[in-house]
């Protein structure tokens, strides 16, 4: 299976922050990654799909990039909806795997 | 509007068994490579089992000769049988169409 290394698994930032969330895959998966967001007890919502492609209606603050082994998923200023808990996901193989996950906390 | 509704979800004793059901609205199950994944309390996402629209399945290890994905293209349903249920199955069950929209959830707890 291909592993997914994400990081950090906490950050604490203040609204109106750039904040920079790190994927690292253990092999090539070209551009065939998602980031999530997910809040407490709720189901996860796709933000970024192609490592790069915004989600209908999602805010343009969420971007995305990077291929093959390294991805990145950038919010260029925090809101306060915006602290919840972030993954990505790869699916380059029917097998899929997600990153462990970044939970945002406020500073 | 694509939807996804799960049920099924209970508790039940090690060795047990439950089936859940992904009711679709917006979208056709047969149509569409559909998914389940599953999270662990206060854990990460764990890709459990998938679907094609061909009709090839493929589990995850840890679940394969215990767990059966399949489909009711009639009813637009999508269903995961669980069998030999342990304690480490205990999670919320996620059904997903391609990556996207996710079903709510249903939680699974396996304890005696």
């Known amino acids: 299976d291909i592993q997914m290394a994400q990081s950090p698994s906490t950050l604490s930032a203040s609204v109106g922050d750039r904040v920079t969330i790190t994927c690292r895959a253990s092999?090539?998966?070209?551009?065939?990654l998602a980031w999530y967001q997910q809040k407490p007890g709720k189901a996860p919502k796709l933000l970024i799909y192609?490592?790069?492609n915004l989600k209908s209606q999602v805010p343009s603050r969420f971007s995305g990039s990077g291929s093959g082994t390294e991805f990145t998923l950038t919010i260029s200023s925090l809101q306060p909806d915006d602290f919840a808990t972030y993954f990505c996901?790869?699916?380059?193989?029917?097998?899929?795997?997600f990153g462990q996950g970044t939970k945002v906390e406020i500073k | 509007e694509e939807q996804l509704v799960e049920s099924g979800g209970d508790l039940v004793q090690p060795g047990g068994s439950l089936r859940l059901s992904c009711a679709a609205s917006?979208?056709?199950?047969?149509?569409?490579?559909m998914t389940w994944v599953r999270q662990a309390p206060g854990r990460g996402l764990e890709w459990v089992s998938v679907?094609?629209?061909?009709?090839?399945?493929y589990y995850a290890d840890s679940v394969q000769g215990r767990f059966t994905i399949s489909r009711d293209t009639s009813k637009n349903t999508l269903f995961l049988e669980m069998n030999n249920l342990r304690a480490d199955d205990t999670a919320m069950y996620y059904c997903?169409?391609?990556?996207?929209?996710w079903g709510q959830g249903t939680l699974v707890i396996v304890s005696s």
């Open positions: 996901h790869q699916y380059s193989t029917y097998s899929w795997t």
């Open positions: 997903v169409k391609g990556f996207d929209p």
């Open positions: 192609k490592a790069s």
């Open positions: 917006g979208l056709n199950v047969g149509d569409n490579y």
């Open positions: 092999q090539s998966i070209s551009s065939r």
């Open positions: 679907i094609f629209s061909a009709g090839n399945t």
